[in-house]
């Protein structure tokens, strides 16, 4: 089994698809007849995890590779992911882009992930040509990057990760966690499909910290979790393989759902892009 690193760029690495005999339920036949938008077809295999679905991380980051891979002239600027159904480690998922605007500066793309048949999940994907421009942010990260010694094992993540709070710690705390990342070294192009997966992981463990008795690694004991929609917008350029702040913070949590949002930073403090998630949280008696 590969390493978890090289295993997930391999699931980052999409590759472009015609009408496929293996998977004529997913990948749409093309009808020159038809006047739609025009679209193009992904294949994403999935990591190899002990895990009983697929990790929504994996999917919003191979959301973010597909509109890249459809629009190569331009960078992400916001995705919107809802969640449809979980998805299974056992087949590919196809995603497929729908191209609804084409412009000089923006773009705007839908992406539909579909597996076994059926619709894992949709993506509305707004994208923009790098200019450069005024720039104002009001917004302060206040904090310097963790020592080694603060260094955190998460299972998910296959890079270098600081922070000082535990999610797993069944103590009550603030909803609020910071983390910083850094990822091996990789080209820029990786930078926000790696940080869109790595938003994914840990809002809902930011919600539970206000709970007593009960640790992010509860999840199918002590309460029943998983994300229904995530968005994540980017406003600057940055690398993956520099110091990251992820700063989370969970306003509310009620109705069987928690949510949660977050703002990542720069060593030096420049805001790079935010994010923001709603949860299915429900309690086990």
Sequence with gaps: MPDLWTDLLRCLDLRPQQDSPTAESDVPRRDNTNRAAPLSVFEGTNQHLDYHRLFGGQLL??????????????????????????????????????????GRSFAAVTVTARQKG????????????????????????????????RRVHLDLIPWETRAVADLDDTATGPAAYDLWMRTPAV?????????????????????????????????GTSFTSATTSHTVWFHRPFRADEWLLLRHHSPILAHGRCFGRGDVFTEDGDLVASFAQEALLRFRP
């Design 118 to 149: 059926e619709v894992i999940g949709t993506a509305a994907v707004s994208m923009h040509a790098v200019e450069e421009g005024f720039a104002h942010q009001t917004l302060a990260a206040d904090a310097p990057l963790l020592p080694p010694e």
């Design 61 to 102: 980051a191979q959301f973010v590779r597909a509109a890249t891979a459809a629009c190569p002239d331009k960078a992400v600027k916001s995705v919107h992911v809802l969640f449809a159904r979980e998805g299974k480690s056992d087949a590919p998922v196809y995603y497929i882009v729908h191209s609804q605007h084409q």
């Design 187 to 219: 080209g820029q192009d990786m930078a926000a499909p790696l940080v869109a997966y790595a938003t994914d992981l840990n809002l809902i463990g930011t919600a539970l910290r206000v709970v007593d008795g009960v640790g992010q690694r509860g999840n």
